[in-house]
Structures are given as structure tokens and as C-alpha cells.
């Protein structure tokens, strides 16, 4: 089959992560796959085995969503988006999918819904029409009221087939952050969890004995940063700082400034983190979907410290349905004092790692054998 995966990252990088790791166990079953994205460019992620189909970029100012942005940090305009819009419905077009999914529409990027629904009609008047399926975590930022809820709804019965949530519906379920109706929980299809081949322990002992402290590829987490470097200046331990975001550079020297003196690594994203988690003693993060499922593979004890910036309470969701794991805690942000940070860690540590608990972690796999049933008609 061929399948189309459309996805815009805003802020962070994650949407684009998952739709990624979605797009390659389709390329990994035999199958066409490209994705589509609207976000900046993201080099730090794998590419292998999808085509990629980039829109014009644009970016969220910070946390202000309804703000876009450009490749050089200027505000959008409408010819610019209907440049989105048109090089989307080119691509659709050409390529004549069997399968469009659009990563987390119509639940979400209300933004970006005019060309959303464009791609969408466009699809639903193709000749032979595509199967159209929304791919969404585990955890929804919850509607603001409930029109909002109610035109997702709306949207979901006219053009779509199926909804694809990838969570594990034994600990989390999505009306624990959306209000489900019995029309759109006849749409789910719960896949368990999409998340990347579990990574080997790192060949060089990179980050052993470590607090590895990460706030994923984004440009987001300085004040946890800072406050993790007070906190390494009262630890017996090494820690490290992974920093991302575009800005990345300035943030690194403006941190090591701040670090003058200690014993600390300060340095950019890295494509081995996940190896590094194996032999670290802790790791101190947000809590975004896929550092979440990092944690839970590698089975690091962890101090999660969600992203709750602009009111955002996605990640806080997230950490409490994992705090009941052993050595998993919570240090919400408006917390995050170093002296506070440093006794999780330690507790966390004491605890010991975690080994796996028998989670649904298939969720990129199962996801394509639900599409193939859906293309037959047997789901």
C-alpha cells in the first residue's frame, strides 16, 4: 500500500519523531510511505526508509500557538499558507495514497485547520478515495470548552475512518484527557505504544553513572537546565545536559557560563541518548511522548518534570498515569528547586531500575496491521 503520514510540528519535535517511527514500520512491512511535514527541519531525526515532503516551515511563537512562524522567525501571512496548502494537495495528487493519516487533526492543530480540511476534501474527491486515519498519543491536551470537542467530532464523522491512539489502554485511555463520546470511541483503535526498537546499551559506556538531564529537541527547558545545574553542584554525581532547540549554541554557552567552575557536561541533543539511559543512574525530564517511552524502555529511574508552559497540561497527564511505576517521580516545575531535584534523584536511584511490565510497545507494528484490516474491510 501506499501511505501518506501528514504531520506539523510546532514547538518541539516529537509529533514529527512518531509519525517518523509510524512511517518506518510501513517501510518496514513491504509498504510506500511518505511523510509529509509542516514543521522546520529536524536533521537529528531518522529518515530512513520514508520519503520526505516538506511544506514551507513554520514554527509556534514559544507557546503561543496561534502566532506562526517562518524559517527566519517572521510571522506568516496568507500567501504563505495557501503555499502550504498547495504544495500539500500537489503531493497528495501525485503520490494517489491508499491511506492518508494526519498526525493529531482534528484534535488538535485548530491553527492549521483550513488546510487540514483542504487536504482532506482533496482526498475525499479523488477518483478512488484514500482511507483516512488520525494518528493521536496517549494523552491530548483537553479541550478548552466543549465546541471544541464537539467540531472535532464533527470533523471525524464526515471525513474520517478510523482513529488511531497510541497508548496502552491497560494505563492510560483518551478520555482521561478528552471528553469521549460513544461515536468517537466506536472510531478508536488502541495500538499500544509507537515506540523506536529498544535501543543497546551505549558500546562506550557513554553516560554511565550519569544524570542525564533532557528537555527533547525543542527549544524549551532552560529553567530546568539552570535549576539541574544548582542541583549538580550539591550532587556526588556527574550530570549532563543534553540541550536542543536551533538556538542551541547560545543556550550551551549561556549555561556553561552559568556552570563556570563545576564538574558538568553541558552539550547538544544526541542521537545516542537513548543508549545512554541504559547505564545512567537517573535521569532528570519532561515528559513529552517520546522520552516517556524512553524511560519506560530502558528502565532508568527517573525524575519527570513536565512541560507546563502557557498553561499546558498534556505532559503533567502523562507523568501522573506513569508515577505509579517504581522509581518514577514527579517534581512539577513550579517545584523545581535544586535541593528539591537532587532528593528525587536520589530516591529514584535507591529504588532501583525498572524492568519491563509486560507494556504494549508494539504500537508502530500493530498500528500497520489495523491499517491493512481497515484496507480489507475487516475492522
Sequence with gaps: ??????????????????????????????????????????????FTGVELIQLPPIASDGTNFTRLLN????????????????????????????VLITELYPFGRRILSDEFLALLRAAHDMTIRPRILCSIRDILAPPSKPSKAERAEEV?????????????PHITTLSDSWPVTPKVDAMLRYTGYVAPPVALPHPDNEGKGEV?????????????????IEAANQSDLHWRLLVGGRDSAARIDALRAKARGLEITIEGVRPDFRQMLHRAAASVSMCGYNTALD????????????????????????????????????LPASE??????????????????????????????????????ILEGTR
Excluded: N
Design 156 to 168: 471525524l464523522a464526515h471525513f474520517y475512518d478510523a482513529v488511531l491512539v497510541h497508548s496502552d
Design 71 to 98: 524559517e527566519d522567525g517572521a510571522e506568516v501571512g496568507a500567501a504563505y499558507m495557501q503555499a502550504r496548502v498547495q504544495r500539500a494537495i500537489s503531493a497528495l495528487s501525485e503520490i494517489a495514497p491508499d
Design 1 to 46: 500500500m501506499k501511505v501518506l503520514i501528514a504531520v506539523t510540528h510546532l514547538l518541539g519535535t516529537g509529533h514529527l519523531s512518531r509519525a517518523l517511527t509510524l512511517g518506518r514500520a510501513f517501510s518496514e512491512a513491504g509498504h510506500q510511505v511518505w511523510v509529509m511535514s509542516g514543521g522546520r527541519a529536524a536533521p537529528h531525526l531518522v
Design 295 to 330: 524511560l519506560l524502555q530502558t528502565g532508568v529511574p527517573s525524575v519527570m518534570v513536565p512541560f507546563d508552559d502557557g498553561g499546558e497540561v498534556e505532559q503533567t497527564l502523562r507523568a501522573r498515569s506513569l508515577a505509579h511505576q517504581p522509581a518514577m517521580e514527579i
Design 212 to 228: 542525564v538531564v533532557s528537555a527533547g529537541g525543542g527549544s524549551v527547558g532552560q529553567a530546568l537546565f539552570e535549576c539541574a
Design 336 to 373: 523545581a528547586l535544586p535541593d528539591r531535584m537532587v532528593g528525587l534523584v536520589d530516591k529514584v536511584i535507591a529504588e532501583g531500575r525498572r524492568h519491563d511490565g509486560g507494556l504494549q510497545m508494539q504500537g508502530a507494528l500493530r498500528s500497520v496491521e489495523i491499517v491493512a484490516q
